[in-house]
Antibody, heavy 122, light 109 residues
Framework: EVQLVESGGGVVRPGGSLRLSCAAS????????MSWVRQAPGKGLEWVSG????????GYADSVKGRFTISRDNAKNSLYLQMNSLRAEDTALYHC???????????????WGQGTMVTVSS | DIQMTQSPSSLSASVGDRVTITCQAS??????LNWYQQKPGKAPKLLIY???NLETGVPSRFSGSGSGTDFTFTISSLQPEDIATYYC???????????FGGGTKVEIK
């Protein structure tokens, strides 16, 4: 079964850091670009960051540029999001998602994880 | 950055009705436009990719059209299981970026 499972969410104080992980299974992970998409409580979807198949190219939303870093470990079939200098507005459910086409970094997202919740609060 | 304006933000229709949602991009995005369905407490589900292509396994009552800046998503005959919020998404790789529309909540009248 093709599956993405996120972990690492929690409650953190403003200015703090958190590292999210996404474990992939059921497909050839290093064929696909991956992204993180978040959804604040009761709000819409926001693309956060994307990475190509080998980690050589990345992209970020302006709202997180310079604070978040996306990475991947193809040997471990895992995607990561290092989040620093967290703000209250970063509070959201963070999903990892697979790009539909092999090799594309940002694409239609055909596989989604259920998400991990990040709450930034003092 | 490219802005995606989706309308309406909500709608109410009867079972069997034709439902149309529009998405407008702030600049030409060719056909790099996708549509998703999200039910409460669930992850989004891809319905349409590249403006008009039906994802495998998605019922044919869902369709999409458009190119450039103006796009349309249609449910030809609304079913009770279609109650959800629908989002459009633009994407690009040069530079890498993506943006979602604000969403349309579809309810049964």
């Amino acid at each position: 079964e093709v599956q993405l499972v996120e972990s690492g969410g929690g409650v953190v104080r403003p200015g703090g850091s958190l590292r999210l992980s996404c474990a992939a299974s059921g497909f050839t992970f290093d064929d696909y670009g991956m992204s993180w998409v978040r959804q604040a409580p009761g709000k819409g979807l926001e693309w956060v960051s994307g990475i190509n198949w080998n980690g050589g190219s990345t992209g970020y939303a302006d709202s997180v540029k310079g604070r978040f870093t996306i990475s991947r470990d193809n040997a471990k079939n895992s995607l990561y999001l290092q989040m620093n200098s967290l703000r209250a507005e970063d509070t959201a459910l963070y999903h990892c998602a697979r790009g539909r086409r092999v090799m594309e970094m940002v694409d239609a997202f055909d596989i989604w994880g259920q998400g991990t919740m990040v709450t930034v609060s003092s | 950055d490219i802005q995606m304006t989706q309308s309406p933000s909500s709608l109410s229709a009867s079972v069997g009705d034709r439902v149309t949602i529009t998405c407008q991009a702030s600049q030409d995005i060719s056909n790099y436009l996708n549509w998703y369905q999200q039910k409460p407490g669930k992850a989004p589900k891809l319905l349409i990719y590249d403006a008009s292509n039906l994802e495998t396994g998605v019922p044919s009552r869902f369709s999409g059209s458009g190119s450039g800046t103006d796009f349309t998503f249609t449910i030809s005959s609304l079913q009770p299981e279609d109650i959800a919020t629908y989002y459009c998404q633009q994407y690009d790789n040069l530079p890498p970026r993506s943006a979602f529309g604000g969403g349309t909540k579809v309810e049964i009248k």
